[in-house]
């Protein structure tokens, strides 16, 4: 594709535990400190020594950019991803996006879980004729996609991405490629989940969580004494545009999208990370050879489980110099609902990251050594590594 046209960011939108908006996850990573709050257990579904903070949006205030009309029909996934996208295309200072040159790609790890568990016990406890429709239209993962084209005019191509935690990047890349080859001029590309108490549930039962021990349930990524991730729930929505098309409307370019590059672990299980961290290394090295020399930071996609951390950490001593610093945002936003997208775009103006609270004894096994203080990145390299074995890298740079 040596006439692809460049593809830019001019466009961003965000929430989380921490808060609505790119300045409140700088504030958020500048701190150190993530937001959590006491997870509902009243339901039955968790261990009973098990894991009791999330990060949750339940206290945003969405009404500005969400009617209570458009609101009332959706689910929390979708909630969130329309107000990520509608922060977004006024970040862009776009006018308009209807029309089939518009594309989107929206990752989600779990889906809209609020709604499928209601219809799920309407089922169970009353029969299928009991079942809601109003639930049915929005239980399914690819529900926020669906809603963001249906709420914007979106008609071009529409695709929902389920790798877990390399679900945002292959979002970004499949936003690119979008562009790259035609198929749209533009693209709301991201991710979003929901953590409800069941879903919290089963991700503590599976040991995934930070425990109640070491002070605190946080997330220490790359820390001797990681125990887990801490879960939480949001939405990160891109602009992406054709870069002769950006600036012939005078946009504001906040980056340029490099390539994404896509592998697969296959040593992994289903719901665990796996060994192949020499190979994954290898592909890394071979597919972005001269930009892994150039890099300004590495954005690590490192939350604080012990294997995947470790396979984290494998690719990124082989595949990246020594010198470039690496931080680890999760730490503070969360696992889930893309917000390492946000952090890159923070990290190539020059945004603080303090040391996140609690990693303070880096894993001399690891050998990585998490930076703080203020980025001055010209580029930037997102790494993910997934539970079951998906894998993938972006690269970004200033404009």
């Not at 209570?68 to 200072?93: E, H, K, N, Y």
Request: with cysteine.
């Amino acid at each position: 594709m040596s006439n692809a046209p460049d593809v830019v960011i001019t466009g961003i939108g965000c929430l989380g535990g921490h808060g609505i908006g790119l300045d409140a996850l700088a504030q958020a990573l500048a701190s150190g400190a993530p937001t959590q709050r006491v997870v509902d257990r009243a339901a039955g579904y968790h261990r009973r020594h098990g894991a009791t903070v999330r990060g949750s949006c339940a206290e945003l205030d969405l009404s500005p950019w969400l009617s209570p009309q458009a609101a009332r029909r959706m689910s929390d996934l979708s909630q969130f991803a329309v107000t990520a996208a509608r922060l977004a295309i006024a970040d862009a200072g776009l006018p308009d996006v209807r029309g089939e040159r518009t594309s989107v790609a929206i990752a989600t790890a779990f889906g809209p879980g609020g709604f499928t568990e209601q219809l799920a016990r309407q089922i169970l406890e009353k029969g299928g004729k009991a079942a809601s429709p109003f639930l049915f239209t929005d239980c399914v993962a690819n529900a926020a996609a669906g809603q963001i084209g249906i709420e914007y005019g979106a008609k071009g191509p529409n695709t929902t991405i389920c790798q877990r935690e390399a679900g945002p990047l292959l979002a970004l890349g499949q936003g690119v490629d979008d562009i790259r080859t035609g198929r749209a001029d533009r693209c709301l590309c991201g991710a979003v989940d929901e953590m409800k108490p069941l879903v919290h549930a089963l991700l503590d039962r599976f040991r995934a969580l930070a425990r109640p021990s070491h002070g605190g349930e946080l997330a220490r990524p790359f820390d001797r004494r990681r125990d887990g991730m801490f879960a939480g729930e949001g939405a990160t929505v891109l602009v992406l545009e054709r870069e002769d098309l950006a600036r012939a409307r005078g946009a504001r370019i906040l980056a340029r999208c490099g390539p994404t590059v896509r592998a697969f672990d296959p040593t992994a299980s289903r719901a665990g990370f796996g060994r192949g961290g020499a190979a994954l290394a290898a592909t890394l090295r071979t597919r972005l050879a001269g930009p892994l020399q150039e890099l300004g930071a590495v954005i690590s996609g490192a939350s604080g489980t012990r294997t995947g951390d470790a396979l984290e950490a494998a690719v990124l001593r082989a595949a990246v110099p020594a010198s470039v610093p690496i931080v680890a945002p999760k730490a503070v936003h969360g696992e889930y609902g893309g917000g390492t997208l946000a952090a890159a775009l923070l990290a190539l103006r020059g945004a603080e990251f303090a040391l996140p609270v609690g990693c303070t004894e880096p894993d001399p096994a690891l050998g990585i050594t998490l930076a703080r203080g203020h980025l001055h990145a010209s580029s930037v390299l997102l790494s993910a590594m997934s539970a079951g074995g998906a894998a993938a890298w972006s690269i970004l740079h200033q404009p």
